[in-house]
Every structure is written in structure tokens, then in C-alpha cells.
């Protein structure tokens, strides 16, 4: 596939590789290092022999094999003609994370750097952009150190981001919640490699199970939406549009220059092709996560099942506020509960397991639930620091009901210790999606319930 | 005045103190010694001479003092005589922390539990609660360990909870968010004490600058509305009403078995009142905090200042979709702006101070904007991680900025590392509220702009 150079490449060029560790040739290096890159990294810099230990080339020119991809991080007048060389040395890609192009008014200077793309046929991501990070491949182009941009481990959910700033912000949001990324792309000016190119190109990357982007503006309207109706085919597509609003709208044409267009028939038109729309950052993340591991919903009724009351009727609150139907349980389910749980807890929907309750009441509680027939969906509350909430036991069963009851599961949980949050963690690893607040709960099963109509309407074609 | 008992004791007996560290008598006179309670402590077990190196008495009757409070842990069906007992001692305050009542049947044993406490006048608080945690008079009744619930430091909000676990929760939030709280109740059944007594109460406590209550049902509408309505003239008053659906509604129902109410009735009559109603926990936890260090907002006019281009976008969107005005400036001070900032920065509403950022730049447009007299409120999002915002003088400028303008100011940041997240907790214990996300903060800057149209009403009287 195309833009496989940019994931896969054999032989990396780092061009403005700098000794200096403030510089972002430098930690690009240090940071390709760190991550193990598998192939051949070549330096470039005249005046250095060797950069954190590997020896540095004074031209591309003199690089002794052929590259494959070439990172460029050179003062904005100078990358035109590295770009050059580095298609002469065989490049048939390139990220150019240098500023200083169309965002400063320099139009000239990024025509220039398109044309040496075009004459050459090299694919470039960029200017003005964080470039790659790819945790399974080993790539990582974000010039930032880890200090300033914590990374995430490997996940599912691969991301492209028009905004670095965001970009940097949401790896960091990820990575704080114990989450995983497969793939995520900071594309900046988008000279040539633009998020309808992004987009088909993950649609077939096996590693990636859910795609999430972040736009503004985009580059071709068409393309765009072909992309997305062609991925939302394969996998979920998550949309977040920037400039949603007409304020928001003169921001966006403020920050990128992009065209955005209408926002609401843009917001329609992306629906049309299939893509999940969410509304806030906090979503972008969430509903990703769900999407990557449960399976769409196929209808609206949600059954919730607590151990804190308080918790189980905010979680009602926020389900039937984004249109779920939180129905009570037929008389026939409700003896089921009333059977298998002791006298005091109130069953119903939600059903409260107390503070006495234990992992082996969610497992029971939410099989009776799925077999019943009549929900279609699982939403949990298991809150630890009650006694019969052991948190290995608790992670355990809750795998085990995920496993056998064939509904989406969502739960929501509170971390309040380390050791707590790393259970939770963990147990999201092993596919239950955990959110800490009832809200964001009910927001990750919307994005269920968005993907399951979505397939649906695909289906029916 | 009449629930002082509960927060500025100067002996508590300690009912149902415990050697075994499992057990709730032992957890809350461990609590109480960690925290430091500045007066004297007398737990009472027949069957220990000596708890935590404290001299333990066989009945309350053997304690030689009077006692001021008492904290019962005891089974459900001592609780009656032992609350009788401290009576005689000259107990005016109880706090029931023991569940077995009316939320399992017991309504029998509530009742007898009840004319105990009007035949000897002590006031209650509880059955079936987690009690006090006031970290400033050093009280701390909650029965769960500090790894179970981390307790925040001091603060200027107080919360009070109809739901112990919700309550709990809240408490780790808070913590984690490197927030503080002034006085925390949890009044569980409230047998005696209700939501009205206690926001009366916090009205007139000087050590509170907020009140935030959540709220399932009320004992008595009248009264709790009348609280309010007191209360709001003196400070902010912040409803988080559980069970506003009507799904919502049927699990309070069997929760609590209170008579909410029809529910949107109960909110417009809330808010009738003077009460800042919101609608998420995040937004439970943030609007107080705003509230607590910022004055209320003159108008719906806010002026972004961001460095992250896709950041200053997104909070745009959010202020927009709350109803705030995010207006252009007027061309004088875009002139004055353009003047004061490098050519390639995008100034207006949002203005960019891109990755070249620097915390003078902040201040300086933040002056700008306020200065303009065409804004009401100041939204900040400055994001660390680019060479010119160094932490030690970021925050000291940002804080400069609140000072200087005089407009309500709130801001979103990512904590990215441990170092920049004690920055950003620095920064909002000296007066500027920070939000992970543009979606909180607006949310925020939303609980400012309602506190101000209620200020309006009230002196319009």
C-alpha cells in the first residue's frame, strides 16, 4: 500500500540531526533509538561524525545505501533541497516536521517543496507537523521528549490529528489513562499526504481496529467522504470536528486557512458516509476504546448493574438523557433477581448489589441480564473498596462476563488507589472499557449504539 | 448555632471502637487520631481497655466527662439504647454511621432510633452514613481507610451527599484533582438532620465559600427550598440532582424511597431558588471550584487566549454550544494586539500565541482583552511542552493576570508530566481554576455566568 513507507520503512535518513539535546533533530534520533527502530538509522549533519553513538553522514548524498523514508528537520528554506536528495537517494517518503511554511504566510516557500514532491514522486507528511508514532513498527518522529509528550503503550485505536498541539495533548490524555494507540499521524500542513489518503490507508492496516481523527478542515471534500465510507465498511471511523460552531468555524479558517464549509452540513455529510460523530475530547478518547473491543449495539435498551446506589442512578440519568431506554425488567426476570439475590438489595433497573456485594453478583446478575432477552446492552458499576470486592477475584469475573455474555459490556469505576487503577486498567486491557465518571460511560455506549446503525444501514445495501 | 456539635466538638465517644483494624469502630478512632482531632476522644467497648493507646471505656456511662458527640458503630439494633446512653452523658450531636435500617426494611427500628433522639433533643446525622470529614476542625467519622478513600486537603467548597458511595467517589476525585474541601457530609437516611439543616448551617459558616449538595430526593421541599434561597444570598449554592429522568426518577424510588417529585419541577423550582443546577459529576466537582476563586461573570462575552491552535478551536466550540458569545474584537483592539504580538501569530477571538508562546504574551493579551472592556471573561489555555513556557514563571504571570483583570478567569491545560501537573495544581490553589479539557472548562465558566444572572436577581430585589 502507498503510504506503507511511512510505517514500514527499511532505512530511515534523519536530516538536521542534531548533537544538540535541546534540538528537535535530536530528540527525533534519541527518540527512534529509545523505541528500538528495526532498520538502519542514517544521520545526516555536516558538522558531526557521530550523534548518540551512530555514525553521521554529512550529506544524504553520502548515506551508503538506499533510504526508504526521510525525516526532515531543518530550518523551513532549507527543505526543499533535502527533500531533493533525499529522492535521489532512493526516498520515496518523507516527513517534514518543520514550521515556517503556509501557517507564517511563507506560501512560496511550501509550493516550492510540493513541486520537488511531485517532480520526484515522493509522498510527503507535512510541514509543520509532530509526523509518526507507531509503537508496534517502532517509529516516533514526535520531536517533543517523553518529558513533554508521554507515550502510550501499543493499542488498537490508531489516530490522525490535523492539530499537533492536540495531537500532543491527546497522546498524553491516553497515556494517563493506562490506554493503548496502534497508529497515530500528526499531518500539519498536508502538503500531499492528506486524511482522506490517512484514512484509506488504515482501513486496511491490520493492526488498527478503530479509527479516530480529528479535523478541521479537510484538503478534498470527496475524497474525504469516499474514504470514510469505505473504511466505516471494514471499521468504526470516529470523527471530532474542530470549528463545529460559526465562531468556532472563523477559528478554524483564523488557524489553517482550511475551507470548512458549512459545519452542519459537513457534520451531516460525515455521518452520511458512516462515521461516528462525537461532540467532546473527552469522547474522542472514550468512544474509540469502546468501539475497539465490544460489539455494536443492537438496539437501545441498556440494563444497569451497581454497587452504590448514587452511581446507578446517575448512570440512569446520563443513559436516558442520550436517548437509551433504560427499561425495567419483565416480572419473569425480576423473580429470576429476586431468587438469586439476598432480600434487602433492590433489583430492578438498575439493580443495586449493596455494599456487600461481590464479583460473583455481577457475573450472575449480568448473565440473568443477557439471557433474559431483553436488553442490549451491559452497563456495570463495580465499585471497589467494599470488602467483597477483592480486586483480582473482581477483575476475573468481570473478564468472565464479558466473555460469556455476548452484549456489549461498558463499565463505569472509580481508580481510588494506584492499586485500584492498575486493576482497572488491566481489566480494560482484557476488553471491558472502564470510565470514571457515569457520564463518559453512557457517552462511550452511544458511540455503540451510532456504530451499530450504522451497520445496520450498511448491511441493508 | 445548632449543628456546631458536629464540626467543633470538644469530646467525641467513639461507640462500637474496635482492636480488630477491620472493623468500622476501629477505622474511625484510627482516622480520628491520624488527623489529629484536637479535643478529647473516648472510645467505648466493654471488651477492651485500651484501643490505639487510648484508654477504652466499658460503657459510655463510665467516661468521666460530658461528651459533646457521639459517633455510633454499632449493629442496627444497639443503636437506639447507646444513642440513649450518650444522651444521658450530655451528647447534643449523633453520628450513625451503622447501615440496617430503613434502606433494608427496618423501618421499625428507624422509628425507635427516631424518638430516642427527640426525647433527649441530640440532634442526628444519619443511620446509614459515612458522617463528617472536616479536615479543618480535624474531624473525620468516615469508616472506609484512607486507601480506601483518599481524603482531600483543606478547601473552600463543602459538600454534602445524600448517596455514601457517590460521596466517596467524589472525595477521590477531589484528591486526585489536587482539590480541597471544606466540610464533607454524608447524611445517609436522614433521620433527624436533612439537606435544609445542613445548607442553613453552611450558609452561615465562614469557612465555607461554596455549597455543593447532591440530591436525590428532599425531606421536606419547603424548608430545602427556603435553605437555598438563604443561602444564595450569601454564597453560591451548586444542585446536582440524581434521578432527573424519568427513568432517573424510578431508581431514586427504590433507592431511597423518597418522593422526588416530579423531577423538572423540582429543578426549575431549584433553580428558582438560587441554585446553580448542573448536570455532570465533572461538573459537580468544577463549577464549585470556579465559584470559589473567581467572581461571578457581568455578561456572555468570553475571550480565548490559547497556544495550541486545535485547542483554542475546540474551546471556542464549547463556549459557543454553552451560549456564550465568543465575539471578534473590535478593530482597535485587534490593532493593539497585532502591535504587541509577532506578525505571524493569528490574533482575534481565539488568539493563537502558537508554540512560540511565552507567559508575558499571556499576560500581556490577557490585559489587552480585559482592558478592551468588550469581554467578560478571560478563557486561558496555556500548554506546556514548548520551549517559552517555563513552569515557576508561567505560573507566577498567570496568577499576575488574575489579579490585574478584574474579569472572571478559567483555564484548560493538560497535565502532561507529574512536574507540570503540581504547576497546574500550584496554579489553581492561588486562584486560577484549571480543566483537563475545553469541555470542562467552559462547563465552568458556565456555573460563573449563572451565578452571576442569580446575583443580578437578587439585588434587583
Redesign the interface.
Known sequence: MGLDIFFKPKSIAIIGASRNP?RVGHVILKRMIEIGFPGKLYPVNPRAEEILGIKCYSSTDEIPDQIDLAVIALRADMTPQALEEAAKKGAKGAIVVS?GFS???NEDLERKLLEVARNYKVRVIGPNCLGVFDPKDRIDTLF?PE????RPRPGEVSII?????????LL??IR?EGRGISKFISYGNRLDVDEGDLINYLADDDETKVIAA?I?GVANGRKFMDAIRRASMKKPVVILK???????D???K???GSLAGRSDIFQSAVKQSGAVVV????EFIDVPVALATQPPMRGDRVAVIT????????A??????RGF????PSSKLMERLREMLPP?Y?V???T?LT?DSTPEQFLETGLAFTESGEYDALYLIP???V?GMEPERTKRLLIELVNRSKLPVVACA????P?VEETLNEIERMGLPIY????RAASALKGLLEYGEIRRRIEHF
Chains 1, 2 share one sequence.
Request: proline letters at 10%.
Open positions: 535541546e514550521g501557517e507564517i504566510g517533543l518529558e513533554v509528550i508521554p490529528t490535523q492539530s499537533g498541539s492536540l495531537g500532543s495533548a498524553t490524555m494517563k480529528y478541521e474542530g470549528g463545529r460552531t460559526s465562531s468556532g472563523r477559528a478554524v483564523s488557524h489553517t461532540d467532546t475530547l473527552d454497587n452504590g446506589g448514587g452511581f446507578g442512578i446517575l440512569v440519568d446520563s443513559l436516558e438523557q431506554r433504560v427499561t425495567p434487602y433492590p430492578g433497573n438498575p443495586d455494599g465499585l471497589f473498596g470488602p472509580v481508580p481510588t488507589t492499586e470514571p465518571t457515569p457520564e
